[in-house]
């Protein structure tokens, strides 16, 4: 899950590195704030792979295989309801970001192309999220990792064909991330096809299907519930990171997406050990046995930290290189490099919260997700970009200082108002 998840956001690190060796800085700058909305809309959604990955785990854990189909089922229609909704309002999204960043001309041009090419993956991408969580919850982690591999290889190749062989820059990089995106979606569905017959779970989704409408989605939906209140609070610290950096300029705007995939990488590598404990921990608890529980919790809290620590090494070690590869733009490179110290530290602040996400998951104990990170944005990060942005023009430095030390506060809060709350179960 680790490798599956760290090759997960390389859709948007190779499409910003095949800009960022283009000769315009605002090429890169419009994928990144287009990227930055298709980015936040998905993740938006991300209760759909959470909420089904620790059901399902607790489902295997009570052997319900037919609850176990109903939450495929489930996750599948919401999927495919939202994903319709949301193609219809993409105009107005789109429209909303750019109003709300404040970007020059050319910057929303290249956004604009970008945006109404990719968001058209929006329904592959918002499914996938469900059969991923459906089968990492069943075990299939070295398939989500083949997939996940082939996703990007997709990506990288047509990228490469698309830009700078038919010359066709921000459309290419969105054609490219199109294909890949429903390449994803057809393996996935081969995969899930495949358990469904070897596990004898056709007949139980048939008659989940048919009878729709008879099924409680009320323990779904409630999960969901909670999950989105919580994903959409950090999208936005997310998205105003991102529009904030626009308003400060195209080379702070165009630097912070570089360093945002430095996040994603860290998160995503991470999450790759919370996602193993929300199944563990998920049939554990969907066991009661508590003994389990204690001892999955703490081999995760491990794990995650001895990985933090490599991520800090790595990034301390090679940043300027990392950076190197994704722009040889010198002004975006300088830019970045300015505040690269705080991305060689995140992976050790930010580590609690990642690894106890995937635990609260696995109890599918979603309010408490939601009340910390309610508090982690509402009541820490905005007042300390507040307070540090005051500071920050009194004595003149970058303003962009001020939205680093919030996201960094924000982690560190979700992490211990998170580890307060998990002794309730230990």
């Known amino acids: 899950m680790i490798v599956s998840n760290i090759t997960t956001p390389l859709l948007g690190i190779v499409d910003t590195s095949i800009l960022g060796h283009l ?3 605002y090429l890169l700058a419009g994928v990144a704030l287009a990227n930055t909305v298709i980015t936040a809309v998905v993740w938006l959604f991300g209760f759909l792979r959470m909420s089904t990955t620790g059901l399902t785990a607790q489902a295997i854990g009570k052997n319900n295989p037919l609850q176990t189909s109903q939450l495929l089922v489930q996750g599948l229609s919401i999927a495919i309801g939202v994903s319709l909704a949301l193609l219809i309002l993409q105009p107005w999204i789109l429209q909303g970001a750019l109003w ?30 469900v059969l991923v969580g459906w089968l990492l919850a069943h075990g299939k982690t070295k398939a989500i990792m083949l997939t996940q591999i ?28 199109l294909a890949a995106e429903y390449t994803g979606l057809v393996i996935y569905l081969l995969i ?20 729709l409408s008879k099924i409680n989605f009320r323990q779904f939906l409630a999960v969901n519930r909670d999950i989105l209140i919580r994903t959409l609070t950090l999208e936005c610290a997310l998205v105003f990171l991102t529009f904030q950096g626009a308003r400060i300029g195209v080379d702070v705007l165009a630097a912070n997406a570089l360093l945002m995939n430095f996040l994603m990488l860290i998160s995503l590598g991470l999450d790759g050990i919370a996602y193993a404990a929300e199944v563990q921990i998920g049939k554990t608890f969907g066991a009661n046995d508590k003994t389990k529980l204690k001892q999955n919790i703490m081999l995760g809290m491990n794990l995650s930290l001895a990985l933090a620590a490599v991520y800090s090494l790595v990034f301390l070690w090679f940043d300027q290189h990392i950076i190197g590869l994704m722009t040889d733009i010198q ?16 992976p050790l602040t930010a580590v609690w919260c990642f690894l106890l996400d995937g635990v609260f998951i696995g109890l599918a104990d ?42 960094h506060a924000m982690m560190l809060t979700r992490g211990i108002t998170l580890a307060r709350k998990i002794t309730l179960y230990i």
């Open 150 to 177: 082939a996703i990007n290889l997709v990506n990288v190749i047509l990228d490469l064909i698309l830009v700078f062989v038919f010359d066709l820059a921000v459309k290419g990089v969105a054609w490219a991330s």
């Open 192 to 211: 899930a096809f495949k358990l469904i017959v070897t596990t004898n779970l056709h007949r139980s989704i048939h008659h989940s299907f048919v009878h």
């Open 331 to 346: 002004s975006i490179k300088t830019a970045a490099l300015a505040f690269s110290f705080y991305i060689i530290i995140l």
């Open 100 to 129: 709300f960043a404040e970007a020059d001309a050319q910057v929303n041009q290249a956004a604009s192309e970008y945006f109404f090419i990719r968001f058209q993956a929006l329904p592959a991408s918002l499914i996938n999220l």
């Open 23 to 25: 000769p315009h800085a």
């Open 366 to 407: 979603s309010k408490s997700m939601r009340n910390s990170m309610l508090m982690s944005v509402v009541g820490v990060f905005f007042p300390v970009w507040y307070t540090a942005n005051y500071l920050a023009e009194i004595h003149s430095y970058n303003p962009n200082h001020a939205l680093w030390i919030a996201l």
